[in-house]
Nanobody, 115 residues
């Protein structure tokens, strides 16, 4: 059973940066495709970035050029570097194992962008 623990969220001013981390266990991490989702109040959860087992990234248009997803297989960790943050980036951020598919969700980490 995969388990995921997100960390690194917080309160940041518009234009600021944060780096989220997601530590995985119970899975062969190096072979997994991983993703970062976010869910804002009253909105559906959306996939903002994904990274294949080989390291190839993909991004939602809303974060392209501002967010960078990366992974460290030795540490079994996936990261989300978020730059030029906007108030509309405010949400709870979750990581997820995309392949093989999993319905497990961690507790998420809150990101609030506000002056």
């Amino acid at each position: 059973q995969v388990q995921l623990v997100e960390s690194g969220g917080g309160l940041v001013q518009p234009g600021g940066s944060l780096r989220l981390s997601c530590s995985a266990s119970g899975t062969i991490f190096s072979t997994n495709s991983m993703g970062w989702y976010r869910q804002a109040p009253g909105k559906q959860r959306e996939l903002v970035a994904r990274i294949a087992s080989g390291g190839h990234p993909n991004y939602a248009d809303s974060v392209k050029g501002r967010f960078t997803i990366s992974r460290d297989n030795a540490k079994r960790t996936v990261y989300l570097q978020m730059n030029s943050l906007k108030p509309e980036d405010t949400a709870v951020y979750y990581c997820q194992r995309l392949w093989p598919p999993s319905d497990y969700w961690g507790q998420g980490t809150q990101v609030t962008v506000s002056s």
